[in-house]
């Protein structure tokens, strides 16, 4: 069974730049999920779709509300995926989901992934 574990999560002011982390390990062997993505989720609201790449990093999709302020990319060779935010601002304040998924396609709805990591805070203060 394939395992999620993030981190990098904090406490900044608006403006300021986070890296968050995801590493993927299973027992007695190597985890490498085809679709890897991150989601947030604010108090009281749904899950949103942040940002989702393909194994091999070529395919990219972000949400409307993080384009050209996130970027996601990957390592293979460690098993991680990594979400570079820029310039954020409160309304970025969640806990943010790595979540994989088995296939090709890249999906921005949350049922379809079957790995979830715990999350990681990231609260922007104003």
């Known amino acids: 069974q394939g395992q999620l574990t993030e981190s990098g999560g904090g406490l900044v002011q608006a403006g300021d730049s986070l890296r968050l982390s995801c590493a993927a390990s299973a027992p007695g062997r190597t985890f490498s999920p085809d679709i890897m993505a991150w989601f947030r989720q604010a108090p009281g609201k749904e899950r949103e779709f942040v940002a989702g790449i393909s194994w091999s990093g070529l395919n990219t999709q972000y949400g409307d509300s993080v384009k050209a302020r996130f970027t996601i990319s990957r390592d293979n060779t460690k098993n991680m995926v990594y979400l570079q935010m820029n310039s954020l601002k409160p309304e970025d304040t969640a806990v943010y989901y790595c979540?994989?998924?088995?296939?090709?396609?890249?999906?921005?709805?949350?049922?379809?992934?079957?790995?979830w990591g715990q999350g990681t805070q990231v609260t922007v203060s104003s």
């Open positions: 979540a994989a998924r088995a296939g090709t396609i890249l999906k921005i709805v949350p049922g379809f992934y079957e790995f």
